[in-house]
T-cell receptor, first 111, second 109 residues
Framework: NAGVTQTPKFQVLKTGQSMTLQCAQD?????MYWYRQDPGMGLRLIYY???????DKGEVPNGYNVSRLNKREFSLRLESAAPSQTSVYFC??????????FGPGTRLTVL | GENVEQHPSTLSVQEGDSAVIKCTYS??????FPWYKQELGKGPQLIID?????GEKKDQRIAVTLNKTAKHFSLHITETQPEDSAVYFC????????FGSGTKLNVKP
């Protein structure tokens, strides 16, 4: 089992460019999440998907969109990147209200 | 929504000493409280969790206590070792997960 995988691991964008962060899990989990982590601020929820076919906003959704492509995959899209979106992005999955498993993260820099 | 506060933000202990990290939450409906350890350059990993119908849980050198009345829960690490050095996050679940801001633990050999 690979657990939760994320691509890419690193990315540098220019302001205004777009990109999609990919996430996949092989644990047959129902719920998937996207977080961003900034120094001193812990993990902040961007969007989550409680089950296949549903998505909901988290604490900081502005500037992002998500797609729950199927039960395994949950992507995060930045339509027009801004320097304020420079962060480390983590995808996670869980089986309802149970342990979350996190991916290795994507380190994004927006110039 | 839920608000989780975590203290202290940094903690330095001598190897072999105990470390305690405390979190408070605001919504009494929260029912699941995990603790995560994050090593440099990696994603967080669960180390212990507790549900709202339990007051204490222990796993070797790690224990978590929950006080529902006061709405706080704590992580206790005994006999600390240098490999315990990392950032620790608490979280509370009510519809979704809410995380504390993290505690950087440094265990000095």
């Amino acid at each position: 089992n690979a657990g939760v995988t994320q691509t890419p691991k690193f990315q540098v964008l220019k302001t205004g460019q777009s990109m999609t962060l990919q996430c996949a899990q092989d644990m047959n989990h129902n719920s998937m999440y996207w977080y961003r982590q900034d120094p001193g601020m812990g993990l902040r929820l961007i969007y989550y998907s409680a089950s296949e076919g549903t998505t909901d906003k988290g604490e900081v959704p502005n500037g992002y969109n998500v797609s729950r492509l199927n039960k395994r995959e949950f992507s995060l899209r930045l339509e027009s990147a801004a320097p304020s979106q420079t962060s480390v992005y983590f995808c996670a999955s869980s089986d309802w209200v149970n342990e979350q498993f996190f991916g290795p993260g994507t380190r994004l820099t927006v110039l | 929504g839920e608000n989780v506060e975590q203290h202290p933000s940094t903690l330095s202990v001598q190897e072999g000493d105990s470390a305690v990290i405390k979190c408070t939450y605001s919504d009494s409906a929260s029912n699941y409280f995990p603790w995560y350890k994050q090593e440099l350059g990696k994603g967080p990993q669960l180390i212990i969790d507790i549900r709202s119908n339990v007051g204490e849980k222990k796993d070797q050198r790690i224990a978590v206590t929950l006080n529902k009345t006061a709405k706080h829960f704590s992580l206790h690490i005994t006999e600390t070792q240098p490999e315990d050095s990392a950032v620790y996050f608490c979280a509370a679940h009510f519809n979704k997960f809410y995380f504390g801001s993290g505690t950087k633990l440094n265990v000095k050999p």
